[in-house]
Structure formats: structure tokens, C-alpha cells
């Protein structure tokens, strides 16, 4: 049965928050895990319904997987792989389910998987992923909402992405791992999440080097071993609870994260007068000085702005004297939450990909329903700030990309209740 939060308006947040381990990390690697056919050991795995997906599609293809989410140490065994053909009622679930056709024709010389789903902010075609694994000799077929990929032999190629897609990035790589020769992908994506995978591929032998660089080049080696591999920290989450502290005017500390993966969201919330201080333990928000001022974003792929942090940057700047300027340049549908932000008293316009906020003295609690992962997270931070009870529907959504941000924020000092939607 769906679930939803009830938030009380309860003041400023304090307190430590550990952040988990990065959802845009791991699942790429459990995809790239079916490339090893031995057991591996992923730590820092965090706990969310995307992961479970993930753990479910794996053994559908016929994978063994344990996973201890006390603490967060995921077994997976493929080395009795023996289906190429992913079934639609999973990968329609999750997008980043499409990451195991990369693996699945490096390991197996064909693969069959549903066009992905999971995601409401954009078309995000996945036609860049098929061009690299072309380039790689596969031949590909579009049938029926499926593409089936064929290559007896892969070779490898020079790749230009036209956009540096994570997942394109992530597939041609994974792919090119057991490739013929030489694989170099130009213009490919630097996330720090591209870079974990190639750690973890190379920790289980394949050979990738320049992750984190725009040309990445592999070299293709007939097999790959098991491995033991601990994922990076979410930076998104971390961005989330960086974001909230600021919300809020509270005073958070936040332990296992890497400073240099936040710096974009760092930047801005300096900019908007809130003290951000790099300390051993981890990252210090402090918001309890200064009031909030407008400042303009613009996303763009790392080590700009990101776009998952774009929702929740806008809650934030309901509430700075001003007026703000959020440009969107990365999907085409990613301001879901205006209009339940302005359910909630946020005064806003949408200019093409830009949308305008001037800045209010307070929201008002409301109901409103989350469309999207991100989306959703914005809302629930709003909601910490308004002068009422908030519900917030659609909390699903939430919990795909974030280890229960209810209770969590709670431990901080938030009054967040989870209830069933028709109660």
C-alpha cells in the first residue's frame, strides 16, 4: 500500500548525519559484476528499493546474491549467468537496469533488454548507448520495445559521445572490457561515479585507465576475476542533507563524504551566506547567521551543478530575500516540483528551461505529491520550513533514492511521520 510523510514544522536541525553509500555508484557496479563470473564482495551498499531491483534482476539472469543490509555488505555471484534476456517487469522498474546490456553481450555475445523506465523527468533516450556498443561490432535490433544486441566478437574502437552520458560512459565501458584491443571513449563523462566503476573493474582485472578525464581508454582482456570492492559516498544524499541544514537555519555535521564530490553545491551555498566548513570528522553546515540571499544556478554534467541537486536548491530559494534564476540544461522535464511547490505558497516562473523564484517569508503546509526522486526530496525539505502540516504522497519515490530520509532527519531533530496514503 502506498506511503506518505506527514512533516511538522519543528525548527532548525542539529546534530550528525552519516551519509550512504552512493546509489549512482553501486548499481553500475553490480551490473558490472556480471562480467566477472566469480564472486564478489560490494561494502558500503545502502539500502534502498533500487538496489533490491537491481539484486532481483541479477538473479534473473540467473546470479546468486546475499545481501546484509544491517551492514551494508552485498555478495554477488555470476558465474553461473546463464539468461541474456532481461525481463520487462523488472527493468521497467529502474533505468539504470539498461546498464547490464553492456556486460551481458561482453560476457555472453548477445543480450535482450526492455527499453528502460523508472524515471519521470525526461526522455533520456539511451541511442548513445547503442552507437558504442555498434562502434564495438555489436549489431542491434529495436523489436517490440526491446533491443536485442548481437557481437560473436567484440572489437575494440574510437568512441566520440556526442553529450557525455553517465550511462553511455558506463556501458561502452563495461562492454569494451572484454573487447578486441583497444577501446578510447572521447568526450566521456567524469562523474566521481564513473570513476568507482573503473575502480571496481579494475580491482576485478579488466584494464581502464583516464576515468575522471573526458577520454577514458580500455584495454580488453579475455577474463576478469572477483573482487571486493566499498562503494563512494552518496554526494546527492550529501548534497540533501547539506541542503537542509541551510533550510532550516540549523547545524549539521555530516561524516562519510568526499568534500571534493559536493564542491558545486558548496560553492552555492556560500554564495547564499551559509557557513560550510571542511573539518577531519567531515562536512560542518552551519545557517543559523546571516539570512539566506538569492544566488542563480545553471546545471550542467559534473563538475557543474547537478541536476539531481537542482529541486532541492530551488526549496532553498523560496526562502532567500530575492530573486533567483534556475536554468535547466540537462533534462527537458525537471521541474516537477513547481507546481507543488507553489501549492505550498512558493512563487514561481517558468521561463522555458529557466525558472524564477522570488523569495518568501514563509510556505504554507499543504498537500502535495512527489513525482520524482528529486522532486520528492524538494518537497520534504520544504515542508521543514512551513508554517503547517505538510503530506507529501508518493514517497516511493523517495525511498528509490534515499536510505529513509524520514527517520534520519527525525535523529536531527525533524518531526516526520510515515503513514499509509489512504489512512
Not at 555478495?75 to 534476456?85: A, F
Not at 556486460?103 to 548507448?129: F, M, W
Amino acid at each position: 500500500m502506498a506511503e506518505k510523510f506527514i512533516i511538522h514544522p519543528r525548527g532548525p536541525l542539529m546534530g550528525r548525519v552519516e551519509i550512504s553509500g552512493a546509489k549512482n555508484a553501486v548499481l553500475p557496479v553490480l551490473a558490472g559484476s556480471l562480467l566477472t563470473g566469480q564472486p564478489c564482495r560490494i561494502t558500503n551498499v545502502p539500502n534502498l528499493s533500487d538496489v533490491e531491483f537491481m539484486a532481483e534482476l541479477v538473479e534473473s539472469l540467473g546470479g546468486f546474491t546475499s545481501w546484509d543490509k544491517s551492514s551494508g555488505v552485498f555478495n554477488v555471484d555470476t558465474s553461473r549467468l546463464s539468461k541474456y534476456d532481461a525481463a520487462y517487469e523488472l527493468v521497467g522498474k529502474m533505468r539504470a537496469s539498461f546498464l547490464i546490456i553492456g556486460p551481458l553481450l561482453a560476457r555472453l555475445g548477445r543480450a535482450r533488454v526492455p527499453l528502460p523506465g523508472g524515471c519521470a523527468i525526461g526522455t533520456r533516450p539511451v541511442d548513445l548507448h547503442l552507437k558504442g556498443l555498434a562502434a564495438l561490432g555489436a549489431e542491434i535490433e529495436h523489436t517490440h520495445g526491446y533491443i536485442e544486441a548481437t557481437a560473436p566478437k567484440l572489437v575494440g574502437a574510437k568512441i566520440y559521445l556526442d553529450f557525455p552520458s553517465v550511462g553511455a560512459t558506463e556501458n561502452i565501458m563495461m562492454a569494451a572490457t572484454h573487447a578486441e584491443g583497444q577501446t578510447i571513449i572521447e568526450n566521456a563523462a567524469v562523474e566521481p561515479e564513473i570513476v568507482d566503476l573503473a575502480n571496481f573493474l579494475n580491482t576485478a582485472g579488466a584494464e581502464v585507465r583516464g576515468a575522471g578525464t573526458d577520454t577514458i581508454k580500455i584495454n580488453g582482456v579475455k577474463e576478469m576475476k572477483g573482487t571486493s570492492h566499498s562503494v563512494i559516498p552518496d554526494r546527492i544524499e550529501a548534497g540533501t542533507f547539506m541542503v537542509a541544514a541551510a533550510l532550516t537555519r540549523g547545524d549539521v555535521m555530516l561524516t562519510n563524504i568526499m568534500a571534493d564530490h559536493v564542491k558545486p553545491v558548496t560553492a552555492k551555498l556560500k554564495e547564499v551566506n551559509v557557513q560550510v566548513t571542511e573539518t577531519e570528522d567531515g562536512i560542518h553546515v552551519k545557517a543559523d547567521g546571516e539570512p539566506l540571499i538569492a544566488a542563480d544556478i545553471k546545471t550542467l554534467p559534473y563538475p557543474g551543478f547537478p541536476t539531481d541537486m537542482q529541486a532541492q536548491f530551488m526549496a532553498l530559494m523560496t526562502q532567500a530575500k530575492g530573486t533567483s534564476v534556475i536554468t535547466e540544461t540537462v533534462f527537458e522535464n525537471r521541474f516537477m516540483q513547481v507546481g507543488e511547490l507553489k501549492r505550498m505558497g512558493a512563487v514561481i516562473k517558468i521561463e522555458s528551461r529557466s525558472a524564477i523564484i522570488e523569495g518568501v517569508e514563509k510556505l504554507t503546509g499543504a498537500q502535495v505529491n512527489a513525482t520524482d526522486l528529486r522532486a520528492g526530496a524538494a518537497l520534504v525539505l520544504a515542508a521543514l520550513t512551513a508554517d503547517d502540516v505538510t503530506e507529501v504522497n508518493g514517497i516511493c519515490h523517495i525511498d528509490r533514492g534515499y536510505y529513509r530520509l524520514d527517520d534520519r532527519l527525525n535523529q536531527l531533530g525533524a518531526w516526520i511521520e510515515r503513514a499509509k496514503e489512504n489512512a
